[in-house]
């Protein structure tokens, strides 16, 4: 069969629902996956086909599967249940009064307490059949040694969404820290990322395939919840995740090699109105405590 896949809109939305299209390809269907940016890993993705959104012609596969993002495109993509076309779903926050009953053998909801890749591991086991990996069919290139530079501390202090985003005061300060412990930290910014921080020097990242082989050859990673995360998790880099909610974070932290996460203090409360973990989580988690949390990490 010829099999659609389409994840979120997000890298690391992407590197899970690759280990969907891995599953599919080793069941002996053809895999598209399609995502904005995937094409830019290069190199690294050796295995299926990688391309743009392209709603009009999903319809042409013989089935889809979608994860379900709640986006007005993934609701366009359900509909075409209705042409008879199999779309397949998985569903990371499943709702029943939001989305209807669950088709048995069409629908997968998510368990909060496993993250987002063992989902879809198990998901593509439910839906599919025969045993699935965590494997998605990025490989390093042959030429680069994994964690080369001892000590090197990749640095990620954006995301998609500035409300996940630690502040740069603080990131500054983390870095300043480890260089007196004899790390070496290198903070990785998009070129239109570079803007807003002018203080900073900071490699050339051009594509996906410069970002991978930069997070393989370090020793270790600290970032906010984003995909450069997910990414230094399914490349075996131990790493430390900033982050809002630890509750959130049992489904969305990375979950391929085991790193750490730090959030603010449990009893920080999130009531309906006020919104204080949402709204201040930030001040609740001093350089001290990540500096502490790394150190756990490299032990």
């Not at 053998?105 to 086991?125: I, V």
């Not at 040694?145 to 998609?160: E, F, N």
């Not at 807003?196 to 970032?223: C, K, M, R, T, V």
Request: hydrophobic share 40%; aromatic share 10%; proline share 6%.
């Amino acid at each position: 069969m010829r099999f659609a896949v389409i994840p979120a809109t997000g890298i690391g939305d992407t590197l899970i629902m690759l280990i969907a299209s891995n599953h599919l390809r080793k069941l002996g269907h053809e895999v598209t996956t399609f995502h904005a940016q995937l094409p830019l890993f290069g190199r690294w993705l050796r295995d299926g086909k990688c391309l743009c959104p392209q709603n009009d012609s999903y319809s042409s596969f013989d089935a889809i599967l979608l994860q379900h993002d709640n986006t007005i495109a993934a609701k366009q993509i359900v509909s075409l249940r209705s042409c008879a076309t199999p779309v397949y779903i998985f569903y990371p926050t499943y709702l029943e009064s939001k989305h209807g009953p669950l088709l048995k053998t069409y629908d997968y909801a998510f368990d909060h307490n496993l993250t987002m890749a063992e989902n879809c591991r198990k998901g593509s086991e439910a839906l599919f059949g025969s045993r699935a990996t965590l494997f998605n069919g990025i490989y390093p290139l042959r030429e680069l040694s994994h964690r080369k530079y001892h000590r090197r501390v990749l640095i990620h202090p954006t995301s998609g969404n500035e409300k996940k985003n630690w502040p740069k005061n603080k990131f500054l300060q983390l870095a300043d820290l480890l260089q007196k412990l004899n790390f070496h930290p290198l903070f990785i910014l998009s070129p239109a990322e570079k803007i807003a921080w002018p203080e900073i020097q900071s490699p050339n990242i051009h594509s996906l395939e410069d970002l991978a082989s930069l997070i393989y050859e370090s020793d270790y990673f600290i970032g906010n919840d984003s995909g450069p995360g997910h990414l230094a998790s399914y490349l075996s880099i131990p790493h430390l995740i900033i982050c809002h909610d630890e509750r959130n974070m049992q489904l969305w932290r990375p979950g391929w090699h085991q790193g750490r996460i730090i959030c603010p203090p449990r009893w920080l409360p999130n009531l309906k109105k006020a919104r204080l973990r949402d709204n201040n989580w930030k001040q609740f988690i001093s350089v001290n405590s990540v500096l502490i949390s790394f150190n756990s990490l490299i032990k």
